[in-house]
């Protein structure tokens, strides 16, 4: 048996296997009217193929927690109960098929109100159905962006609540890990950052500071979330600027994320997902083939919290060696599993493991 294809407990959750889809965007909900941000069919058939392809863990796309805190018009939401009550058969689904239903919720910041990315992803006004964006403080991601207002204290308060609601919600849609979303230059990560955070008040400035709000958030959420089910963070390990010689630009770096990595575990955090980037334009990111997995691996062994590693895994073998290694707990795979719904199937294969296909399919074997 392949390590890849041992399960893994958190609390009391048993997750099959390592092998978890990555949270992706699809763009594809209703715009506007009762519908909007409402899962629909394209959901339920895209992530149900997933769980029937023996995915261990799928992390919904990111879901806004508010209308506001959409990336585009055409996210998922889990602002209200008639977004909630839709989850629930992609829930559902998923259990029967052995697979961990979870989702990341999401407050995009001041990358918000932008088109898909099929349609070039420029920010959207108001006669396409976008919004004034908001973030820490009033500095715009790039050219193309309007400048977005700077959160009142108030306004952070609020967020806080929102992400509390939308736990509370996808626990009544069925999900057993609620992911926060704390990467990728969306709200929370505008927050830990210096590069995006220039405020003066009690939640920028100092580390402290800067991770104040993100703390609230995970507080707010592991309050209303069941003691015995996990809750991950997403994080951008660096902003790839500090750790640059040739980027004057001063960013988040992998040390701050190994010393918020002990803060976000002693506040109740059972995974970190370990990405990077997202939060400055044009910084030089350096990829390959599992490019993020040291990040991740630093932060397993210097605090003992389990990590996920995502980035560029793309193979049986490759995942295989970064579980057997014991550099992460768990891999994400994020475009491939876009291509190849029964990755995780396929691997067990070619790894020489028995995996339990589903009946439907047992006159393909
Ligand atoms: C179409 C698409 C949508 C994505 N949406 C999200 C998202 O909702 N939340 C998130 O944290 N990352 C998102 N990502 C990043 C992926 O989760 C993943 O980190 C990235 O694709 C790298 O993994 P890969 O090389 O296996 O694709 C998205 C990536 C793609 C390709």
């Known amino acids: 048996m392949s390590a890849l294809y041992e399960p893994l407990r958190l609390r009391s959750l048993t997750i099959l296997n390592r092998v978890w889809m990555a949270p992706m965007c699809q763009y594809s909900a209703e715009v506007t009217g009762p519908d909007a ?35 585009s018009p055409a996210d998922l939401g889990i602002w209200n109960d008639r977004q909630s009550a ?4 992609i829930t559902s689904f998923l ?45 715009p991601f790039d050219e193309r962006h309007p400048v977005p207002d700077e959160l009142t204290v108030e306004g952070i308060r609020q967020v806080v609540q929102e ?30 950052s210096p ?26 959420v ?22 640059n010689p040739d980027d004057e630009r001063e960013g988040w770096t992998a040390d701050d994320t190994v010393r918020f990595a002990a803060d976000l575990k002693a506040h109740g955090v059972d995974l970190l997902d370990v990405s990077t980037g997202g939060n400055a334009p044009k910084a030089r990111i350096l990829t390959g083939p599992g490019y993020q ?34 550099q992460v707990d768990a891999v994400l795979i994020g475009r ?7 990755f995780a199937r396929h691997a067990a294969r070619e790894l020489g493991c028995e995996v339990a296909e589903p009946v439907q399919y047992g006159y393909a074997t």
């Open 293 to 326: 997995v040291p990040f991740a691996e630093r932060v397993r062994s210097e605090t003992g919290l389990p990590v996920g590693a995502v980035g560029e895994i793309t193979e049986a073998r490759q995942a295989e060696k970064i579980i057997d290694n014991q």
């Open 95 to 139: 259990k029967e098929q052995g697979t961990v239903p979870g989702i990341q919720i999401a407050h995009a910041g001041r990358k918000a109100s932008t088109d898909a990315p099929w349609r070039g992803g420029a920010p959207v006004g108001s006669e396409a159905h976008g919004w004034q964006s908001v973030a820490p403080s009033p500095l």
């Open 37 to 71: 941000g409402v899962p629909g069919d394209w959901h339920f058939a895209h992530y149900g193929a997933r769980a029937a392809g023996g995915t261990g863990l799928i992390l919904v796309e990111a879901t806004a927690v508010s209308p506001q805190g959409r990336i």
């Open 336 to 342: 491939e599993l876009l291509r190849n719904p029964y």
């Open 195 to 220: 590069y995006t955070n220039h405020r003066t008040d009690a939640y920028g400035g100092s580390y402290e500071n800067r991770t104040r709000f993100a703390l609230e958030v995970v507080d707010a």
């Open 222 to 243: 592991r309050a209303v979330w069941p003691e015995e089910l996990p809750v991950f963070f997403r994080i951008s390990a660096t902003d790839w600027l500090t750790e």
């Open 86 to 89: 839709a989850f629930r058969r």
């Open 163 to 192: 992400f509390a609601a939308a736990a509370r919600r996808a626990r009544e849609a069925g999900f057993e890990v609620i992911e926060v979303h704390g990467a990728h230059g969306y709200l929370i990560g505008e927050f830990l």
